[in-house]
């Protein structure tokens, strides 16, 4: 989400041309006092820019869903910078405009390699395979570890599914922060625009089929400030998690 | 910087534009409302940057809360005779860098000798890289324990319990935060048969009628979670049944607070971060709590309009005791072939029926609703500045007449025939926590009691003690 919280800034000018103005009469307006400076704040865990702390690389096994579905395992592109002031700028067309601008690649099947890099615009941008420790894959931590942009982003995601049989009649869930694309073998999915936080099945397809075999998944989240993050898992026709799956890279 | 310099401009613009508006008293404007106390027969709540509201009687606020230390979001509750007011030290640093204080006062009154806050103490913090941001904090005692619980956090990563000492309000000694929720802002605690709700507020802040706020709700039967919402998904995964969202021209609402006050009527303290009919400008909101299905939902503010007014009891309808006026009987003949061309018939009118009706006081009955004219009533804000803690008082007049709802020093009620705006002529409205409604006047003449609009048997409205656990104290408007 894009949230500009607490506008101290405005509320302490307010205060001041309050008083010097009006005399004050709102609730901003009543003798804040002054503002305690914040104690000595000790850190609290490991600040080292590793993506060990949250993820590991991804091994040439394949992996299964996690116990409720949620694709853990994905190839992840060094963040596009973008300059993006508020999520609400997040419609449907800026979506689509965006993603289809600064695109890696039109072929939307295209598996990248682990360690390859890509040219996005001006960008020489560089693919990770990792397993998310967590159901959600923290696209925050993950610029975070690698010490580059946190805020203001583009991040292209692929995965590959194996699937033992055709299923009909799934759906692909996903949330995140703040909108988001995806496609399923070429075609797109879904479109999570707007101001979204990251909300388990926040947004769901249309009935798609899983194919027997090889089935790749292409994402794009992007985020103005906030923590980027997205979920996705598949769901079957009765709403259940979809769990026989194998997640791999390549 | 963009977004520092938009929002200067934007508190300057509202600054210049609205000075005459500011100047005005009973204007409920704060943002990141406390849960409202009260203390000493008034109703207070703080809010970010310091400072406060007050209201005489829950309806009409004003300026003059004192809360020191500036910072953002506080909550209050009171503990024995102390109240504890908790606050964060920033408003959301972009470092996301924070701390939590608490600090005790006998009394919320800044005029009162009393008057005097602890020395404030950090109770958590956040260091700027973990996934939390020390401020919105929200404190509950629970019930059935006695332990004083408080959850904090915003969007940035996860909301977080800890456990407080009731009687110092410092961090238990001891206590790790556990992780409770994920992108959730001003978050904070309910308890309530046998089990622990957890409000939480989602959507995005401070961008006016813009602002996507909104509150939701998980609940647990541990108040260390995990907390579900009503599809059996997690608030760490982002779950949360809705338990307020904008509301017409009031958009944005936040900053949930409980106020239980007695059994059967409890509020919501809320923020709007925009309030369309008052500028734009974030507003302090108040309204019901009803409980559904073992969830909590927004009640309404009562709405104007003109009503059949149902007694729960037996679904019968308040009526002016007068001569029952039969219509016109339609044709007749079941069984026999009619082939006349089908005529809409006229309903009763009030002046059909009002010739015959006394001039004067007429009694008041339950009786079997028939959409007649001496079972309408017109429910209007009066014109009164006084109200309860979030609603004005009303006029119930029957519809298309000036013939007005009174109560009685023998505690009975019964119209008069003009409204006059007597105290005993004005109706505070509840909605109850089951969605019904609780009815009551200002005040009963020459009674200190408090009395409620009750059903006697199935047909004799009187008044007397509101007993939530009796559907002779409810009453439904159906609006028809």
Not at chain 1, 230 to 250: A, Q, T, Y
Not at chain 2, 61 to 89: N, Q
Not at chain 2, 245 to 262: C, K, N, S
Request: aromatic share 10%; net charge neutral.
């Amino acid at each position: 989400m894009n949230r500009n919280r607490k506008p101290l800034l405005p509320i302490l000018s307010f205060i001041v041309l309050s008083g010097l103005q009006l005399g004050g009469l709102t609730a901003f307006a009543q003798g804040p006092g002054p503002r305690i400076p914040l104690p000595p704040i000790p850190l609290k865990g490991d600040t080292t820019h590793t993506l060990s702390k949250h993820f590991t690389v991804a091994s040439a096994t394949q992996k299964a869903p996690d116990a409720e579905g949620f694709i853990q395992r994905w190839l992840v592109l060094e963040p596009v910078k973008k300059d993006i002031v508020r999520n609400n700028i997040f419609t449907d067309n800026y979506l689509r405009t965006t993603f289809s601008a600064d695109n890696f690649s039109s072929d939307y099947t295209f598996v990248p390699k682990n360690g390859e890099t890509v040219n996005v615009g001006n960008q020489a941008l560089k693919w990770y395979a990792l397993d998310s420790k967590a159901f959600n894959f923290n696209l925050y931590h993950f610029t975070y570890a690698l010490n580059k942009p946190k805020y203001g982003i583009l991040v292209w995601l692929v995965t590959v599914i194996d699937c033992p049989e055709e299923i009909q009649n799934v759906r692909m869930a996903a949330g995140c922060n703040s909108g988001s694309m995806w496609w399923l073998n070429g075609q797109e999915a879904m479109l999570l625009s707007g101001d979204r936080d990251m909300i388990a099945d926040n947004v769901t397809s249309s009935r798609l089929t899983l194919k027997k075999g090889r089935n790749i998944v292409r994402g794009a989240v992007i985020n103005g400030p906030g923590m980027a993050n997205f979920c996705m898992r598949f769901l079957d026709e009765k709403g259940s998690p979809v769990k026989n799956l194998r997640i791999r890279i390549e | 910087m963009k977004r520092m310099n938009a929002s200067c401009l934007t508190t300057l613009f509202a600054l210049l534009i609205t000075q005459t508006t500011f100047a005005q008293i009973g204007r409920p404007f704060i943002h990141d409302p406390s849960t409202v106390a009260e203390c000493e027969g008034k109703y207070y709540t703080f809010g970010t940057g310091g400072g406060g509201l007050i209201s005489n009687d829950g309806w009409t606020w004003y300026g003059g809360g004192v809360r020191p230390g500036g910072g953002a979001a506080p909550d209050v509750l009171k503990i024995g005779d102390r109240y504890l007011v908790v606050y964060g030290a920033t408003g959301g640093s972009p470092n996301h860098k924070g701390a939590i204080l608490t600090m005790w006062n006998k009394t919320l009154d800044p005029k009162s000798p009393d008057f005097k806050y602890s020395e404030p103490v950090v109770v958590a913090t956040s260091d700027g890289y973990e996934e939390n941001d020390a401020i919105d904090p929200g404190i509950m005692l629970d019930p059935t324990t006695g332990r004083l619980w408080m959850t904090y956090g915003t969007y940035f990563g996860y909301t977080r319990l800890i456990e407080l000492d009731p009687k110092t309000g410092k961090l238990k000694a001891g206590n790790k935060p556990v992780d409770v929720a994920i992108v959730c802002e001003a978050s904070t605690l309910v308890y309530r048969d046998g089990w622990y709700y957890l409000l939480a507020t989602h959507g995005s802040c401070c961008d006016g009628a813009n602002s996507t706020y909104n509150v939701v709700v998980g609940r647990s039967k541990k108040i260390t979670g995990p907390y579900l919402d009503n599809v059996g998904r997690s608030m760490l995964q982002g779950g949360g049944k809705m338990v307020v969202a904008t509301r017409g021209g009031l958009i944005g609402p936040g900053h949930f607070g409980h106020i239980v006050l007695e059994n059967g009527v409890e509020k919501m303290s809320i923020h709007y971060e925009a309030d369309l009919a008052q500028g734009g400008r974030s507003v302090l909101g108040i309204l019901p709590v009803v409980w559904k299905d073992g969830w909590p939902i927004a009640g309404e503010k009562f709405k104007e309009g003109t009503y059949e007014i149902e007694s729960v009891r037996r679904g019968y309808a308040l009526e002016l005791a007068v001569d029952f006026t039969r219509m016109a009987v339609g044709p007749r003949g079941f069984g026999q072939p009619n082939n006349d061309p089908i005529k809409p018939a006229p309903a009763q009118q009030l002046a059909d029926v009002q010739k015959n009706w006394p001039t004067g006081p007429i009694h008041l009955r339950i009786g079997d609703y028939m959409s007649r004219p001496h079972q309408q009533w017109t429910i209007t804000d009066a014109p009164d500045s006084t109200g309860y803690l979030g609603g004005p008082y009303y006029k119930i007049v029957l519809a298309g007449t000036d013939r007005a709802l009174a109560a009685t020093a023998d505690a009975e009620v019964i119209t008069v025939p003009a409204f006059t705006g007597a105290p005993e002529q004005l109706w505070r409205i509840d909605q109850l926590t089951d969605g019904t409604y609780r009815i009551m006047p200002k005040t009963v003449p020459n009674s200190g009691k408090k009395l409620a609009l009750v059903s006697s048997g199935d047909s004799t409205p009187t008044l007397a003690e509101f007993d939530y656990n009796s559907d002779n104290s409810k009453w439904n408007f159906r609006n028809h």
